[in-house]
Structures are given as structure tokens and as C-alpha cells.
T-cell receptor, first 116, second 113 residues
Framework: AQTVTQSQPEMSVQEAETVTLSCTYDTSESDYYLFWYKQPPSRQMILVIRQEAYKQQNATENRFSVNFQKAAKSFSLKISDSQLGDAAMYFCAYRPMGGSNYKLTFGKGTLLTVNP | EPEVTQTPSHQVTQMGQEVILRCVPI?????FYWYRQILGQKVEFLVSFYNNEISEKSEIFDDQFSVERPDGSNFTLKIRSTKLEDSAMYFC???????????FGPGTRLLVL
């Protein structure tokens, strides 16, 4: 069974600084997707970034980028120039590619605090 | 930008009562999902739905749960006889295709007393 582990229950960062959130996963699949979702206090789950495992290039989305290390099964999220609005719970998620696999498997989340 | 919507935002019910949670997926999406998040815990998959039938379900999704797409826009989750442990945030999600990103609604917070 696939598992997703986020080893940092909480992180904090100063406004305008950079922070990295860690995620590791376990799978026997070779093709899959990885995601970071953000859940602000409003509780809505918002997609931050997506990575296909077959792509060697790390995904980026404005101030958000990932460091995808397939061999190490690691998928960290880097937030640059942190803003107060980045404060939220961040979930790493995994989903196999192909076949009839539909579900996302989530980690337990990392609560990010941004200090002014 | 199109988004998934859910109603109600909050629901309080008595144990043993039936509840129906409603979702309107993004209009051109074909795959629909329900997830739940018990307070302080991780988000868990419940069920996926495609072409008017369940395509995958978790062990959580037992006989007390059912899903339906009663018309061309709504997607519902029914809990037949609620238990205290059903108290959670329930998220609906949809995707355009099986390999496409799942977009989540704002959730319904269900409290069973």
C-alpha cells in the first residue's frame, strides 16, 4: 500500500523568507503523480503544484517549487518570498498513474505559520 | 474560474438521522470523488464515481454510505444512519479525466450529536 509521510507537523517562516516542507512516500509503482495541496483556515483544499514522476524537471508555480527526488522517494515543497497568505496546512498527496486507480493518498499535513 | 461547490457548509444532525451532502462538480468534469477529514487527521478517500457508477471505494465506505448523481449537475453523498464517528469535514472533488488533477470543493462540516 502506498503511504505518504510528512515529518514536520509544524513549521514557521518569517515573511519574505524561504521555507521548505518535506514529504516522503512509499510506492512500488514507477509512474505516479505527486501533489501539494494547501488548506487555509477556511478549510478549502487548494492545489498548489503537481509533479508527474516521469518528468525529471521539477515543477514550479510562481513562488512555489518542488524538489523531486524519485530514487529517494522525496518530494519537498519550497515556498520563496513567503507571504502572510501562505499560512495554511499543507498536504502532500500521491496518486498512481494508469489503470483504475482513482484515489489520492494524503500525508498528515504540515501547519505553516508565517510571521510578519 | 470554475470551481466545485458544496452545500451546506455546516450540518448538525442527531445520531441515527440521515443526511445528504450535496456537491456541484465543475461542469465539464467526468470523475467525481468524496473524501473526509476527521478533525486533526489526514484527508481520507471515500469513493469515486464515473459514468453513473462507483469506480472505487475505500473500506470506510460501507453500507451506510451511498452516492448518486440525480441530475446533470449535482453529486450527492448520503449517510443513512449517522454515527458520532461520522463527524468530519466532507470534501467533494472532481476531475476532467482519470489522470487529471482533482479539484476540491470548500467542504461540508458535519457534526453528529
Amino acid at each position: 500500500a502506498q503511504t505518504v509521510t510528512q515529518s514536520q507537523p509544524e513549521m514557521s517562516v518569517q515573511e519574505a523568507e524561504t521555507v521548505t516542507l518535506s514529504c516522503t512516500y512509499d510506492t512500488s509503482e514507477s509512474d505516479y503523480y505527486l501533489f501539494w495541496y494547501k488548506q487555509p483556515p477556511s478549510r478549502q483544499m487548494i492545489l498548489v503544484i503537481r509533479q508527474e514522476a516521469y518528468k525529471q524537471q521539477n515543477a514550479t508555480e510562481n513562488r512555489f517549487s518542488v524538489n523531486f527526488q524519485k530514487a529517494a522517494k522525496s518530494f519537498s515543497l519550497k515556498i520563496s518570498d513567503s507571504q502572510l497568505g501562505d499560512a495554511a496546512m499543507y498536504f502532500c498527496a500521491y496518486r498512481p498513474m494508469g489503470g483504475s486507480n482513482y484515489k489520492l493518498t494524503f500525508g498528515k499535513g504540515t501547519l505553516l505559520t508565517v510571521n510578519p | 474560474e470554475p470551481e466545485v461547490t458544496q452545500t451546506p457548509s455546516h450540518q448538525v444532525t442527531q445520531m441515527g438521522q440521515e443526511v445528504i451532502l450535496r456537491c456541484v462538480p465543475i461542469s465539464n468534469h467526468l470523475y467525481f470523488y468524496w473524501y473526509r477529514q476527521i478533525l486533526g487527521q489526514k484527508v481520507e478517500f471515500l469513493v469515486s464515481f464515473y459514468n453513473n457508477e462507483i469506480s472505487e471505494k475505500s473500506e470506510i465506505f460501507d453500507d451506510q454510505f451511498s452516492v448518486e448523481r440525480p441530475d446533470g449537475s449535482n453529486f450527492t453523498l448520503k449517510i443513512r444512519s449517522t454515527k458520532l464517528e461520522d463527524s468530519a469535514m466532507y470534501f467533494c472533488a472532481s476531475s476532467e479525466g482519470i489522470q487529471e488533477t482533482q479539484y476540491f470543493g470548500p467542504g461540508t462540516r458535519l457534526l453528529v450529536l
